[in-house]
């Protein structure tokens, strides 16, 4: 591991980078609550071509290259488990997915917990999604998402009929067997994940909702007939465990999988270019796409 990625690790270690879930319920609402204001940064909009669309209640955020883009289109799932706004890391991400591929890059902020659950938030970004296919034909779209974004990305394209070119799937959740001594020792290692965390997404985002289903857990999903995959995630987090068994469940679908494991890495390692190790796998991130889509197709511009 590089230098730059210790800092990092520690940095993130040490400081409160995320919504804290320490405290009363109540506490943690409000921080919630401060937490979903948050939107698109100034910096976004003076570098790139944004279009801000109001979807009744959230906003959808198209975001271009200035001079436009080339003809391909990525949907951007960003994470949080279904209770947070994107964090600088996710709006970072997108920047260099813009900057990488020269695509249009929607971003949608969907509907969260505790007002919203799994289901709700999906409905939201299977409806982007349609609208995307209003423009672009599915073999110049792809779907990249991270965490819980990953989870609705596998979802999505398991309950599509007109499947994206590709997907990127980066730390998905998949499921903790917390009677399972190798998921405590993973939780243990895991700096940005906590059982806290986890049970208050289990009680508002999976609100009514079964925990094993597709909405929730990507292990549910079903990879037959899915386009390339290109999945990352680290030894050191909390679902490491369950990645075994995960990749060939989609390798059991007939999907072409190509697997990034992060020795020593966290969760989430790969959206961020602060380090080497996240540099690098944006860059090939960036590279999947363009060769997997095509320019080709586009429905509308």
Known sequence: MSIRYKIAERIIN??????????TEAEVLKRLEINHRRSLPDAMRESFRVTETDRGGYSLFKIEPKNGSDGRAVLFIHGGGGIMRPTPFHYKMAANLVNGTGAALYLPLYPLAPEHNAKESYECVREVYADILGGYAPECTAVVGDSAGAVMASALISLAERKPSCAVLISPAVGVDRSDPEFEKARRRDIILSYNMLDFIGKYWSAGIDPK?????????????????????????????????????????????????????????????AYPEGKKAIGEI?????????????NQS
């Open 286 to 298: 960036c590279g999947f796409i363009l060769k997997k889509t095509s320019k080709t197709g586009q």
């Open 14 to 23: 040490r400081r409160n980078m995320f919504v804290s879930f320490k405290g």
């Open 213 to 273: 289903s597709v909405y929730t857990d990507a292990m549910s999903a079903d990879y037959a007939g899915f386009p390339p995959v290109l999945l990352f995630y680290g030894t050191n987090e909390m679902f490491y465990p369950g990645m075994a068994a995960y990749t060939e469940k989609i390798r059991g679908g007939g999907a072409e999988l190509t697997v990034r494991e992060g020795r020593g890495m966290f969760h989430d390692w790969a959206i961020s270019d």
